[in-house]
């Protein structure tokens, strides 16, 4: 199986070493290299992958990459997709907690790095016209659109705007009766083991967090370390806009509280306390590299655990990376199935069509959102550099089979060179 399955295994590895741009660009390179290039999953498979993983809180780039594999191959393709489209990231994130002072993340924004974020506006700007083509297709799903693009803009670092939207944009084609499900469609076994597992390790990794706190437990860091992180991956709504705030509450401002120094005085381990230069730059450096923004957790594990030496804070990278893909990869493998299953009943298939018509809305908004910090005012060189890779990103990507990888490439050589 996995013979077989080798040459997908290794676009999914070229995919992560030249996926810039978060979830937002990620998705574009995904329907370039996956849908027209590799021919994987189809464009509406795509979208309703996308749609689906919205609604469930993680990292919603690496939980469809993860389906693509599961629909390729099951449960063990699924598994290896996860771990080498996360690997690289990781290793890169966790590498950074050590070699920090030689790092400054404004320069490398400032360098070849310089290009990637009007290229990422480019591939998303090309995956909203590819689904506005597939999902948009009558007035109902234009306001839908339209409203979602109004609401995500101005909500755009709110959690809870994506799953709300998509609730009622799937409300609101139910008020037609026009579309009806094909009842042919094959039921998916439902794995049950995996929510138990992810309900199993939440409980008791708070349990036992709490009470290795309580009880001043000997070198307990770790597993407040792995409580944190799997608590992240498993109420994060929103991407790495949101987790990144709520690591910076978690580890750089609860620390400093009143009540957290009261309640932790005089115990023999420290609570876990990320200075805040250390954690902006980890956040600068997350976004000048490829993969998931989820990889930071790697950074932060070996940050957490930089204190007690080079075993310690090595095991800190290893809990950070897994603690924090481990439920999105949980969750999307349980409901997975379930949601297909529900696709058979008519109100769920008409919902279809309002929740496609959200996403593409949350794409176009995230196109705009993102082109706020790229300087497009004046004659200057690099405004006009930057309109021209967000076009020629999009051109290439509609009108050419140029691979997403040699596209990243380029951008990284204007950016060097300039």
Known sequence: MILRHIPFLKAVFIHSVSAFGGPQGHFGMVMKTFVHRRRDVTEQELLEYNAFCQLLPG?????????????????????????????????????????????????????????????AVGFLAFAATRSFKLAIHNNITRIIMMVSTITTYFLFKSPWVFPILLVVGGFVTNLSDKRIPEKAQPVKKIKWANIWLFAFIFLTAGIVSELARKNDWPNRRPLNLFENTYRFGSLVFGGGQVLIPMMYEQYVERPKSPVVIRKNLNKKENVINIERDDFYTGAGIVRAIPGPVFSISSFMGGMAMKDKGTGWQLLGCLIGSVAIFLPSALLVLFFFPIWHNLQ??????????????????????????????????????????????IAGTWLLLSFSKIPSPFIVLLCLLLGWLL
């Open 59 to 119: 990292a919603s780039s690496t939980q469809v990459l993860t389906l693509i594999g599961y629909k390729r191959g099951g449960i063990p393709l699924a598994i290896l997709t996860l771990g080498i489209w996360i690997a690289p990231a990781c290793i890169l994130m966790g590498a950074f907690s050590f070699l920090l002072e030689f790092f400054d993340s404004k320069a490398m924004s400032e360098g070849a790095f310089k290009f990637i974020q009007p290229m």
């Open 344 to 389: 058979r009943y008519v109100i769920v298939y008409r919902a279809l069509e309002g929740i496609n018509a959200v996403v593409v809305g949350i794409m176009v908004a995230g196109t705009i959102y993102m082109m706020r910090d790229i300087s497009f005012i004046g004659f200057h060189t690099v405004s006009i550099i930057n309109i021209a890779v």
